[in-house]
């Protein structure tokens, strides 16, 4: 009778040894034979006719591999049915001589196998951090930007001769060099479409009278700053500005004329708010930026309570397995132990923060129900609308939601998003976060700053 037994290596990483004596898999060898006699096909034989002794003596030791390997594995996934170990992935083999399985010598043959445990451990206590939701005030400063900004983007394109404002737009071509100028191989080339005012207000004179066609050569630090810096580093797909160096092939000189603020300019901005003074315009962008500003200040809380969480619960991990299911079972194929040694720290911070939420969303009885599905459905197809007005219980929506419902893709990322919401907003509940006014260019720098150190 096959026979499975344990060994401790070290806290929450055991061995496991599946043990095969002759009688588990020589009957099934055996039937294996016989059933694949009656379906070869062999020149020279009747189909069902090959003689048991030529199939054994062509096939056999194949045969009695797969045989000899599919018990293993269904002794491996009754013992887990059976023993309901709380493990990481499945269990992974590490001594399996496939060379020692000879038909011609059956005997006793073992197996061994790695687990790693999941840990027991508690949650730290939330309300005893200090934890601050930042409220960013919309100030009319503020609302005369946004103003502006959508005059300009609802605005028509006119193509001066040469850049004689902060307001001309620069279509680009960025191709980063070295300091003396000369293009680096395989290195970033993008177009891009950057305002004059994007640049540092030290650079701009640089840049009056420059026509379709020019180029300069720019330090990209001397070049721009601020959150517009920002902006072209995540566009351009680099992180940090510092020590490069890029030529500018300007394509295209533009001013936008801006609109002029009338009824027909609102009503492209806001179609169904019947929008007519400009008074009216400024009260409805006010509620939609303190809108998205309490939208980015709850981001922010989520990411204080993401550290606060991960930096403060102590588990501990079966290293040793994780590095050897990392380098030998994780995404991309084989790993050398220098490559999964370098993504284990992020490796281990992912699965923290998955243990983490499973036990938030077990004792706090967090679930996601068959209505939350098709609300969020409904919600997302409301996003795809534009936020024009839906009869949620329309027939067509209807017809939409259960087609979504059957996209296995589509609920397992619906789930997961769901279930995220619910367990960020028991985390807001639970951390008692005291509110904290702050104006918007310091929650930018401070977002900025946490972006740096966590990247």
Known sequence: MATITQQEMAPLHKQLH???EKQDYLPSFEKALKQYSKQANIPGFRKGMVPAGL????????????EVLKLVDKEMNEFLSKENPNIFANPIPVKVDIAQLDMNNPGTYEFTFEMGLKPDFELPNLASFPVKRYEVS?????????????????????????????????????TETDAAGNEIAGGVKKD???????????FRPTLTGKKTGDSLQVAFNEAFGGQEAEWILQDLGIDSGSDRYFRLDITKVGLIEKRDLNEEFFAQIFPNDNVKTEEELRNRLRTELEGQWATEGRNQLHHTLYHTLLDNTKIEFPEAFLLRWLQTQGEGGMK???????????????LKWSLITDKIATDAGIKVEQEDLRTFAKQQLLGYMGGQTLDTEAEWV?????????????????????????????????????????????FIEMNQKHNHEHH
């Open 18 to 20: 599946v043990t095969l």
């Open 192 to 202: 891009n479409s950057v305002l004059v005012r994007y640049f540092k207000e030290s």
């Open 336 to 350: 050398t132990e220098e490559e999964a040694a370098a993504e284990f720290p992020q490796f281990k911070n992912q």
């Open 55 to 66: 199939v054994k003596k062509m096939y056999g030791n194949s045969l009695f591999v797969d």
């Open 138 to 174: 919309v100030d009319d400063a503020m609302i005369d930007e946004e103003v502006d900004r959508l005059r300009g983007r609802y605005g028509n394109m006119t193509e001066p001769e040469a850049v004689d404002s902060d307001e001309n737009v620069l279509n680009l071509n960025f």
């Open 398 to 442: 209807n017809d939409y939601v259960n087609r979504m419902m059957k996209d296995k893709k589509y609920i397992e990322d619906a789930y997961n998003r769901i279930q995220t919401e619910k367990i960020f907003q028991w985390l807001e509940t639970n951390a008692h976060a005291q509110p904290e006014p702050i104006k918007r260019e310091a």
